[in-house]
């Protein structure tokens, strides 16, 4: 009786698991229709785009063209998505890039609102951030275009190498290079990319000076980037703080010439020896020491140089130098103030083949008009043409001995 009772109840239970099975299929089956409504599918199956949420997976299936914008008429499909999928970032993406379809179009600041939103919803979205990024620059909003790229530089590693000297372009006045030495400050893997833009667009000595003064020291670590803030410096003919800046990075230097035995090969230029190799000769450091000079003879030109920062005042050159062939005088030593055409002297490297010379000249810096020079190793002008080989031992400066 048991047995046959249990089979009964076991046999009355049966319809209500097949009922219970065939829910969990159909709602095992609506979950993945919904899953792949959702997703870029929706694009290429007809009737997906009917359920549920299947807006969302045909502007998921969109492809974005060369600007990283959804085709045009995309944007219906964005408000029907929004409806039926409030927390996808998609919809609010492509409702926002109506806004940037013209080249010269940077989105309005309803646009920016949409990007904000699809942000909020996905931050690692690379397409909202580029047109983010595209707004903030279009605004003049640097500061915002330096985060956004921050963000997509550690999303996608190398972009701001592309993206970033457009930033350094944009600055014009001194307010925006405030703003961005200090939104740069935090991320000085974006420096050397934006020095890059900054340099090649004019900007007045303020603009230059501002940025390098304001950005901490800390940004400026790496050599590379370092040297490109010495170059702005030296363009903006601001030579002090320029050598300053070149001084703390390689732990200080003393002396009017840095290196005057030619012995630091490390230091850069412009405030330590520049060795040219050029149509008008080469320089290069000899083995025992020393540098070694061949001047051609056909295009003057300086072949062994350092930027100075002198003061107004009465100073020597001492140069001691051996030609080893050609014709004395070819080459000569020069001083010329930074930005004028007339040099403070140009004495001739006169010593015959063989001779070990030393040669002093006594010269005075100006009160105005030279706040940085070139002390230079070059060839002359000549009509002979004559080339001149020399070997360079010493080169300094120092201040006259009062009589």
């Known amino acids: 009786m048991h047995t046959e009772h249990q089979r009964g109840a076991n046999s009355g239970n049966r319809p209500l698991a097949i009922l219970a099975g065939a829910a969990l299929l159909a709602l095992a089956l609506f979950a993945h229709l919904g899953r792949l409504a ?31 914008l959804p085709p045009v008429g995309s944007e219906r499909i964005a408000r029907e998505a929004l409806a039926g ?18 080249v010269r179009s940077n989105g309005s600041a309803a646009d920016a609102a949409l990007l904000t939103e699809a942000l909020r919803r996905n931050p690692r ?36 190498d592309k993206l970033m000297p457009a930033v350094g372009m944009a600055v014009r006045n001194v307010r925006q290079a405030n703003d961005v030495a200090a939104a740069l400050g935090p991320h000085p893997e974006l420096l050397e990319s934006f020095f890059r833009g900054f340099a090649d667009s004019p900007k007045g000595p303020d603009v230059s000076i501002a940025l ?4 901490p020291r800390t940004a400026l670590a790496d050599p590379a980037v370092r040297d490109a803030a010495i170059a702005e410096l030296v363009h903006a003919q601001a030579f002090v703080q320029a050598r300053e800046l070149w001084g703390a990075g390689i732990g200080g230097s003393s002396g009017l010439v840095h290196s005057a035995d030619f012995a630091d ?29 061949d001047y051609y003879g056909r295009v003057p030109g300086a072949l062994v140089s350092q930027l100075l920062t002198l003061q ?8 001691e130098y051996r030609t080893e062939s050609g014709s004395p005088g070819a080459l000569g030593l020069q001083l010329q103030c930074v930005g004028a055409e007339a040099m403070i002297f ?23 008009g030279c706040k940085g020079q070139y002390l230079s190793v070059a060839g002359r002008v000549q009509e002979s043409r004559d080339p001149q080989a020399v070997w360079l031992r010493r080169l300094d400066v120092a201040p006259a001995e009062k009589k």
Not at 54 to 68: A, M, P, T
Not at 88 to 101: D, K, L, N, S, T
Not at 272 to 282: I, K, P, R, Y
Not at 347 to 363: D, E, I, R
């Open 38 to 68: 959702e997703s870029p599918a929706a694009a290429r199956v007809p009737g997906l785009s009917m359920i549920g949420a299947g807006k969302v997976g045909q502007l998921r299936g969109l492809i974005l063209d060369e600007n990283s």
């Open 85 to 102: 999928a409030p927390l996808a970032y998609e919809p609010f993406f492509v409702a926002a890039a109506a806004g940037f379809r013209n």
């Open 125 to 160: 979205a690379r397409e909202a951030h580029f047109l983010m990024l595209r707004h903030a620059v279009g605004a003049g909003n640097l500061t915002q275009a330096i985060e956004e790229l921050a963000v997509m530089n550690r999303l996608t590693g190398g972009i701001a």
């Open 212 to 215: 390098v003064t304001r950005l």
């Open 265 to 293: 090969s490390k230091a850069s230029p412009p405030f330590n020896w520049a060795l040219q190799e050029n149509t008008s000769g080469v320089a290069e450091r000899a083995k025992g020491g020393g540098v070694s000079v």
């Open 312 to 319: 107004p005042g009465l100073y020597k050159a001492r140069i």
């Open 346 to 368: 140009d004495q001739p490297l006169s010593a015959k083949p063989g001779l070990l010379q030393v040669l002093n000249v006594t010269f005075p810096v100006p009160v105005s």
